[in-house]
């Protein structure tokens, strides 16, 4: 069992960074286009079971309500912030993201648990102190939505009213990130695996490509 996860895990490491590099190709192509959009809740959320695949293996009971917790209130402060603009400001989500609950996509509280996952992983790593990663992975956050939000907009993942995207919402994404990144850090969480982090990395080198070569 063992090698056969350690296998499938080289393919994914190899296999998913092509997969996106097409992706970026097929989104720059008229005709491929619109195929793209359709599939983007299905890309989102299989790129996240990826990306917590390992930790599903053998999944820890911190992990697990670090990462419910982090789900259910970000997806919480999201339909709040949809419905009174108090949180990021003035926006909606379109059809792109799929399926939506209170006006908010479910990938989205999945998307906010990978990507706080992701960074948690990836700079625990590298440094020692914990309020430094803390403070990293709030900051990287905001540059990793700052890339995506031409890109949402364009794909009509959702829209800012006036077309303007309001400093409220970066402060939101600051804040947000910091509180959930200070609980896993307090909870000591150890994970298994480097997957959240090489998947977010891989999504955030894929809109950046979007960003700067097709949108």
Do not use: C
């Not at 996509?105 to 803390?134: D, H, K, M």
Request: aromatic letters at 20%; glycine letters at 6%.
């Amino acid at each position: 069992m063992l090698q056969t996860f350690e296998v499938k895990k080289h393919l994914i490491f190899i296999l998913l960074p092509i997969f996106y590099a097409m992706g970026v190709l097929w989104h720059a192509l008229e005709f491929t286009l619109p195929y793209m959009l359709i599939i983007t809740p299905y890309t989102i959320l299989i790129t996240t079971i990826i990306g917590f695949y390992a930790e599903l293996r053998n999944l820890s009971g911190q992990l697990l309500l670090w990462a419910l917790s982090t789900f259910l209130i970000t997806f919480t402060l999201e339909a709040v912030g949809v419905a009174t603009g108090d949180v990021f400001g003035s926006y909606r989500y379109g059809p792109t993201l799929g399926f939506s609950l209170f006006g908010v996509p479910l990938l989205i509280g999945l998307n906010w648990t990978l990507i706080i996952f992701g960074f948690n992983i990836l700079y625990q790593r590298w440094f020692p102190s914990r309020i430094a990663v803390i403070l990293l992975v709030a900051f990287s956050t905001v540059v990793f939505d700052w890339v995506l939000e031409p890109v949402a907009i364009s794909y009509d993942y959702w829209k800012w009213q006036g077309n303007t995207i309001p400093l409220q919402n970066y402060a939101a994404w600051f804040a947000i990130s910091l509180v959930f990144s200070a609980a896993f850090q307090l909870m000591r969480i150890k994970p298994r695996s480097i997957m959240p982090s090489f998947v977010v990395l891989v999504e955030f080198v894929f809109f950046l490509l979007l960003r700067i070569f097709v949108i």
